[in-house]
């Protein structure tokens, strides 16, 4: 097949090495794309990457991915894969990055985390979005800079996923209780204003690991500069991160009390992302979050 040999002549030129896909070992975990570890084992050592694979027209998305593990690394705030190179041949499309092996939690990487995390979100910009845009999960995020995170976060993450929404059919109460909120967007913002901050974007709990030394290691980014409220939201959304985290982000940069009842109008982006991307059954869960927040207004 010519995407493995493809994916081996771009390896070498990355990385100044020759490198023949001996072994590939499926990994799971991933939502979107089908993922591998790929090793070559004919030199003194073993050398491994990995390796995601998608449909040619994903090639941009892998290379807005790419380009957003090196924003990440180069906030030097937290340790991501670096990425190698990208590229496609036959129909796919293929990123490659280290290979990272994952280990067990010191006692204190939760902690570590937290205070990584605070790191990252001190990285400002002077507005919000990014330079291009990107994908959260495998729909389209938009990132078009603007100096006013209301209006961004109405029109360019809210909107977009309620036009969508529209589109794959949910229309009656959901997008009624949408226009309803966007409408009053200010109310949740009137004694706070969010600073431009650099964000993971898609921070769940799959998106986050330990390497071998216990050190946190985050990817599959959907980054942009947004209000830091939002990536601490999203760790809250499946599962959590557990209290130590909280402690120490806290500690580090304490969040604003408005936090608790904005905390759902951030993670209503991603549930209407599971709306558009898994179908119906977040529609509820989308909707009572409407009805908690219409609540506040
Ligand atoms: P997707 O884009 O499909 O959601 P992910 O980027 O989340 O895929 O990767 C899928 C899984 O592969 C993750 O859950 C994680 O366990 C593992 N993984 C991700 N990046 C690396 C890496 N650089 N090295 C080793 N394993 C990784």
């Known amino acids: 097949m010519q995407i493995w040999s493809s994916v081996e002549v771009s390896i070498a030129n990355a990385s100044g090495h020759s490198f023949s896909v001996q072994r590939k070992q499926s990994i799971s975990g991933g939502s979107i794309n089908r993922a591998y570890r790929i090793d070559d084992e004919s030199g003194r050592e073993r050398r491994s990457y990995f390796l995601k694979l998608n449909q040619a027209n994903r090639l941009n998305m892998f290379e807005a991915e790419a380009e957003a593990l090196l924003a990440l690394a180069s906030s030097g705030a937290i340790r991501v894969p670096q990425p190698l190179c990208s590229g496609q041949a036959d129909d796919q499309a293929w990123l490659v990055t280290e290979y990272i092996n994952f280990g067990r939690k010191r006692v204190d990487s939760t902690q570590l985390l937290g205070r990584q995390i605070?790191?990252?979100?001190?990285?400002?910009?002077?507005?919000?979005?990014?330079?291009?845009?990107?994908?959260?999960?495998?729909?389209?995020?938009?990132?078009?800079?603007?100096?006013?995170?209301?209006?961004?976060?109405?029109?360019?993450?809210?909107?977009?996923?309620?036009?969508?929404?529209?589109?794959?059919?949910?229309?009656g109460s959901l997008q009624q209780k949408g226009e309803q909120l966007m409408t009053h967007l200010d109310l949740f913002f009137s004694n706070y204003q969010p600073k431009a901050s650099l964000l993971h974007g898609d921070l769940w709990s799959g998106n986050r690991a330990f390497d071998e030394l216990g050190e946190p290691v985050v990817f599959d980014p959907a980054l942009y500069y947004g209000d830091r409220e939002a990536d601490i939201a999203m760790t809250e959304l499946f599962g959590g991160f557990g209290s130590e985290f909280y402690e120490s982000y806290n500690d580090a940069w304490p969040l604003d009390e408005g936090y608790v009842i904005r905390k759902d109008l951030y993670n209503l982006y991603h549930i209407l992302n599971h709306v558009n991307l898994f179908g119906a059954s977040y529609a509820a869960q989308a909707e009572s979050m409407l009805d908690r927040l219409l609540a506040e207004i």
């Open 118 to 171: 605070a790191a990252l979100h001190a990285c400002e910009s002077d507005g919000f979005g990014w330079k291009r845009d990107n994908t959260i999960g495998a729909t389209a995020q938009l990132n078009s800079r603007s100096h006013d995170w209301i209006d961004f976060y109405r029109e360019q993450r809210l909107g977009f996923q309620f036009q969508l929404a529209s589109r794959n059919g949910f229309s």
